[in-house]
């Protein structure tokens, strides 16, 4: 069944490649200009221009509304064409019926009867199609008889002509014959359009109701991506790219063979290299052209993503993303160049100059795979020494590989824009792969030590601010870049848009949130440093571990609520929240607390600690025969119970990244 379904699909895109190509010949007058229908002339009148911009418009609505449709549909529209096209090529070749007949004599009495016969059979052959067409389209005759009549008297109307010329050869009104020949095709025909008419009213109201009802029901992304999936979008465009690939491969091949010496052989008389050059110069001369190589650089970009994810051992779905942002990155590229619009030889070099800028954009995505892989590699410890030398192999490759890139561009381009775009991408790049390799390797070295190490946190926080503000200076340094391009080289509202696309999610993002948490981090700070730093004698007599880490306690801080934490594990949980991990009490009293509040609030944790759990404090009688309150016992008992499962900590994972 599998390879049913593949045909299946196959037929599926072959059947939406012709709208495809019906608006490429539109948009690109030099690619089958047979099919143009109205060609465009330089010195035609403003009234001729705008015929001639309505009828390519409505041309192109109509392709972009066929390849819209159901396969069920498109068949229905293409055996009407054929039908159509079947009668028209009858009635040309009937029209030969006169002349033959005004040539007739004796002399050439063999060649009229061969070419009498050459009309019969093409006559047959044509008027068999008609009807088999007709036939399949005709749902609704119920008897086989009835369907039999009709088709053998559509026969006999393309074969009329022949008939009377063989019946009455010298015949005055034989010039009438073709056009009579056409009138039942014709009518057939004709009722074909009335009831299509009807059809395409109803389907027409029924497409609005369910873009209605499936809009309310998924949205707009699920509508697309649902019709995205229906009408096998990329498949189709990269078989029409490869397909008008082949088409202009052999029209190029013939046009250099013929400009050459005949005695030559054909394999070596080509000049391939212009021929390659010509060809990928005209692979993107337009914006369908585009969109289908755009698909297949997806195509090939997704296979390389899933080799790379396979190679680091990433199972995560977005790591197999590659082909989608690339393809968005490609395309983006092209538009904001204005690669369509440019000369041919202008175009090659613009188009390798997007290749430079995509390959810098895809080690970004190689970098976002593998970072946080490294990140759990140096935290769970792990001892797979294989998946460790694959992903650092990785890393040495990302270093690699901007390197010789910058290497070869500067040596053999001059400074430009482009270049400096690409050389801050990749430097960019090889920067993100120090910072992570360097917070990967204090991670590995704090994971064999045998004790806690407390400055971990502030250097994996310098490293990683230092990568953020690089990455923060590269972020405008581009925008300066694409700002003196759009200015003094080529603008465009594309361009525009993506500066301001740019500067909204790399400079005012990055520097909103990097400024969060540099506040988070300085207030953490300040509300650890008001806590008191737990004494030698105290932490021996706890004999307690950091609820938040689970590592012995040579250093802590106390809190309000008197329970002892690291203070760097309570600097990170006060990231989150201001209560405490235990017993979720408020850890810190900001000072503009009133003096009131603060007392009500320290007789409310007096008496929780007096007779914790209880609802309220046991006063007089009653009261005297409680145990008295230990507060050291309290924090032993708690801590046993924390190692013994009864308190789940709120982050059991050691977690040294902000």
């Excluded at 009668?87 to 030969?96: A, E, F, K, P």
């Excluded at 092209?334 to 100059?353: N, S």
């Excluded at 949130?513 to 021996?540: M, Y």
Aim: net charge neutral.
């Amino acid at each position: 069944m599998e390879w049913k379904k593949k045909l299946e699909v196959l037929w599926e895109v072959t059947l939406r490649l012709p709208p495809i190509f019906v608006m490429d010949c539109i948009l690109n007058k030099s690619f089958l200009p047979g099919f143009t229908l109205f060609q465009y002339q330089p010195s035609m009148s403003w009234l001729e221009y705008i015929l001639w911009i309505f009828i390519m418009t409505f041309v192109f609505a109509l392709a972009v509304v066929v390849f819209l449709l159901s396969t069920s549909q498109i068949q229905d529209i293409y055996s009407f064409t054929a039908m159509v096209t079947f009668l028209m090529m009858s009635y040309t070749w009937n029209q030969g019926i006169p002349t033959l007949a005004e040539n007739q004599s004796s002399t050439h009495h063999s060649h009229d009867f061969y070419d009498l016969t050459q009309n019969a059979v093409t006559q047959l052959f044509l008027a068999y199609s008609f009807s088999y067409i007709w036939m399949l389209r005709q749902r609704t005759l119920p008897r086989t008889e009835i369907k039999a009549i009709i088709s053998l008297g559509m026969m006999t109307s393309f074969m009329f002509p022949a008939i009377v010329y063989l019946v009455c050869p010298n015949s005055e009104y034989l010039s009438w014959v073709p056009v009579i020949s056409m009138v039942g095709p014709t009518f057939a025909i004709a009722i074909e359009v009335f009831g299509s008419v009807r059809a395409l009213v109803w389907t027409f109201r029924q497409a609005y109701n369910v873009i209605k009802i499936t809009l309310s029901a998924i949205g707009i992304q699920g509508f697309v991506e649902h019709h995205w999936i229906r009408l096998q979008v990329p498949k189709v465009l990269r078989v029409f790219w490869i397909t008008r690939l082949f088409y202009q491969l052999t029209l190029l091949c013939v046009e250099d063979y013929s400009q050459r010496d005949e005695s030559q052989h054909l394999l070596y008389s080509l000049d391939y290299y212009s021929i390659v050059i010509r060809l990928f110069t005209q692979s993107c001369e337009n914006y369908i052209a585009m969109l289908g190589m755009t698909s297949v650089v997806s195509y090939f970009a997704h296979h390389v993503g899933v080799f790379l994810a396979f190679c680091v051992g990433s199972d995560s779905e977005e790591d197999r993303n590659m082909g989608t942002v690339s393809a968005i990155l490609f395309f983006i590229l092209g538009l904001q160049t204005g690669l369509t619009g440019l000369r041919p030889e202008v175009r090659l070099a613009r188009l390798c100059k997007n290749f430079c800028l995509l390959l810098t954009a895809i080690s970004h995505f190689i970098h976002s795979m593998i970072h946080p892989i490294l990140m759990s590699l140096s935290a769970s410890q792990s001892s797979n020494v294989v998946r460790h030398l694959r992903v650092l192999s990785m890393c040495v490759f990302l270093l690699t590989f901007p390197t010789c890139l910058l290497m070869y561009l500067w040596s053999n381009y001059s400074i430009s824009t482009w270049l400096l775009s690409v050389t801050a991408f990749s430097v960019e790049v090889m920067f993100k792969v120090i910072i992570s390799l360097t917070v990967y390797a204090l991670f590995l070295f704090d994971a064999y030590r045998n004790t806690f190490w407390e400055g971990l946190d502030d250097y994996v926080y310098y490293i990683q601010s230092t990568g953020n503000t690089i990455e923060f200076l590269f972020g405008i340094f581009l925008f300066c870049n694409g700002a003196w391009i759009m200015v003094f080289e080529s603008g465009g509202a594309i361009r525009a848009f993506m500066m301001c696309i740019h500067a909204y999610c790399n400079i005012w993002v990055q520097a909103k949130n990097g400024w969060q948490v540099f506040t988070k981090r300085r207030t953490a700070v300040n509300k650890i440093n008001s806590l008191p730093q737990a004494s030698k004698s105290e932490l021996e007599s706890l004999n307690d571990v950091c609820a938040i880490c689970y590592h012995e306690l040579n250093n802590a801080r106390i809190t309000r609520c008197q329970h002892y934490f690291h203070g760097v594990c309570l600097r990170k949980w006060l990231y989150v929240q201001d209560n405490c991990p235990l017993c979720h009490k408020l850890i810190y009293a900001p000072e503009n607390v009133t003096t009131n509040a603060q007392e009500n609030n320290n007789q409310d944790e007096y008496e929780e600690d007096i007779n914790p759990g209880a609802m309220a404090p046991i006063h007089g009688e009653m009261a005297a025969g409680q145990p008295q309150f230990n507060p050291v016992i309290e924090r032993q008992q708690v801590g046993r119970r924390l190692n013994n499962g009864t308190f789940q900590p709120a982050n059991t994972l050691r977690v040294h990244q902000d």
